[in-house]
């Protein structure tokens, strides 16, 4: 009887404990958590402006797997920008046709038989109405080109001198394309208040040969550097689709992510080939175009290696469905341009920009305005350049 009694007692002792246990550990279960174990946070991602990039550093990040590529370039795009603020603008052909250059996928050049039949520079009254359209309709920054190989001694560029002093005055930014330009034509536009200047250099300096050869790599970036030293924004990207190969692809981000200062608009451009030029006839018979997933790649790589420039999803969109435009919008494209066409090939309408504007949450952004913040970003940091060519945040 008196070990029953020892038993008994052991056994409502260890209930008693275990009671006392289980009211703990509810207890615990009920307290919130106020910090996240460690695991949970994002490595790998760096959105350090630098411009030291290697050719094999591009490379890597180029041949990332294309979902791992886009969710880097889309972190990397939330650290500099606001994701749903998309600048938009319009493009217009003030002077079309009769280029000298010999560009193989330019339908504008005068060594090719295409559709383009050369026009005067438009009045500047027709100039101004189309700006006050496209600023109706919701864009931001007034473009114009003209098939120019040089701005030279022509006359007409007094006339394009005050179509960017009058449609600056309507409170929209300027850009133009007008071919190479002098020290001293650049900062005449400067002083009209262009806002940028866009001279692509198109594809890789090795690939370039194959495309033109009435102008060289250099002479492009000798206009990039007036454009430059004038203080005005450098709009300069390339075109995807031209036959050229990856590697070319790559060269071209490398030498843009390696400029002593990156262009603040890089606008990527999707082929669309032309009859009676000859890379456009090329393509047309082995049945090539650029496809979404290129776009989507060559977007991604150059948001990661130019990180707080603007990336232009620009000249053949219309070709990709809303879905392929809204994972380069991801991909971290920051701008396009609206209208129904951009120089002598076709784009999406206004109104239908405005409907996939609506589906995917975008705004335009405001002229004459720094892009929005990110509210992804905590706290506020500034870019300083170190010796190093990177740049650091603070």
């Not at 020290?183 to 040969?209: F, V």
Request: proline share 5%; charged share 20%; glycine share 8%.
């Amino acid at each position: 009887a008196g070990r029953l009694a020892e038993q008994r007692g052991a056994l409502t002792a260890r209930l008693a404990q275990l009671e006392q246990e289980r009211a703990a550990l509810l207890q615990q279960l009920d307290e919130p958590v106020t910090e996240a174990p460690a695991s949970l946070a994002l490595t790998g991602v760096d959105a350090m402006v630098r411009t030291d990039w290697t050719r094999e550093e591009i490379q890597a990040i180029y041949d990332k797997p294309l979902m791992e590529l886009v969710f880097a370039a889309a972190a990397v795009h939330r650290v500099h920008f606001h994701p749903l603020e998309v600048q938009q603008s319009t493009l217009l052909s003030i002077k079309t046709g009769g280029c000298s250059e010999n560009c193989g996928y330019c339908s504008q050049s005068q060594h090719h038989k295409t559709f383009v039949k050369p026009t005067p520079t438009m009045k500047l009254d027709d100039v101004l109405e189309a700006a006050t359209r496209a600023k109706e309709a919701g864009s931001t920054r007034f473009c114009m080109g003209s098939a120019w190989r040089e701005v030279g001694n022509k006359h007409a560029f007094k006339k394009v001198l005050e179509m960017v002093r009058q449609i600056n005055g309507m409170g929209m930014e300027v850009c133009t394309t007008l071919g190479m330009l002098t020290p001293e034509q650049a900062r005449q536009l400067k002083e009209a208040g262009l806002t940028a200047y866009n001279h692509n250099l198109d594809t890789s300096r090795e690939y370039y040969p194959k495309v033109v050869s009435t102008r060289t790599y250099d002479d492009r970036l000798n206009t990039v550097k007036n454009v430059r030293e004038a203080g005005i924004n450098v709009c300069c990207g390339g075109i995807v689709g031209l036959g050229e190969e990856e590697d070319d692809r790559v060269g071209l981000l490398h030498t843009l992510a390696t400029l002593e200062e990156h262009p603040e608009s890089v606008p990527i451009n999707a082929l669309v080939p032309v009859a009676g030029t000859p890379l456009g006839d090329r393509l047309i018979a082995r049945g090539q175009a650029p496809t979404w997933d290129q776009m989507v790649r060559m977007i991604a790589t150059a948001r990661i290696v130019m990180p707080a420039s603007m990336v232009r999803l620009s000249a053949g969109r219309l070709e990709f469905p809303v879905a392929a435009q809204a994972l380069m919008f991801m991909a971290g494209a920051n701008s396009i341009f609206t209208g129904d066409r951009l120089l002598t090939t076709p784009n999406p309408e206004f109104n239908e920009d405005q409907d996939m504007f609506a589906l995917l949450g975008l705004k335009g952004k405001a002229p004459h305005t720094p892009p929005l913040a990110s509210p992804y970003r905590q706290g506020n940091f500034k870019i300083e350049r170190t010796v190093t060519g990177k740049q650091q945040m603070q």
